[in-house]
């Protein structure tokens, strides 16, 4: 019975010697690293985002400006997120995530509900955004990211006008 067990035991202590590098690398695989980085803002706390960005990231929102660093990205989604009461960026039946080394696609159709206390916009309302995005992850981190979308679908469902509302944003 003794040796039973410890045959047991050296099983099960080699299967959680073997799963602990493949779980830490599965967290570092592209795929993953954008899912959770767009899964991230459903809790509208930008520092938790940004965790999952390189500190010379440039982020680009189709039709808006080029931000470079991860400072300029929180100075600019910052504000953007706070207008937001609900964020859902990433909903599995609506979003497709491929990729191929450390470039990652990820096509979705991201929900918003504008704030009810938001300065700005469609107070209270909720409306759908197609986006399409493109990745690249080097050593666990977000280095480019590129999002296409339809401006004026989203400015129609906010009710902003970006970009000359990102100046009017508290």
């Known amino acids: 019975m003794t040796v039973r067990i410890a045959r047991i035991a050296l099983v099960l202590i080699s299967f959680l010697v073997a799963a602990g590098p493949a779980r830490a690398h599965e967290k570092c695989h592209p795929a993953r690293v954008v899912h959770d980085l767009l899964d991230s803002f459903k809790y509208r706390n930008i520092d938790l985002s940004l965790q999952y960005l390189d500190p010379n990231v440039v982020y680009i929102n189709l039709g808006l400006a080029k931000v470079v660093g991860k400072d300029a990205t929180r100075a600019f989604l910052g504000p953007l997120v706070s207008l937001f009461s609900g964020i859902n960026l990433v909903e ?79």
Do not use: M
């Open 92 to 170: 599995p039946s609506e979003t497709e995530i491929i990729h191929q080394g450390n470039v990652v696609i990820a096509k979705r159709n991201e929900h918003y509900t504008v704030s009810p206390a938001s300065p700005i916009g469609n107070r209270g309302t909720t409306f759908d955004l197609p986006v399409l995005g493109r990745f690249v992850v080097e050593n666990c981190l977000v280095v480019s990211w590129v999002d296409y979308f339809s401006l004026e679908i989203f400015n129609a469902g906010s009710g902003f006008n970006l970009p000359a509302d990102l100046t009017a944003i508290p």
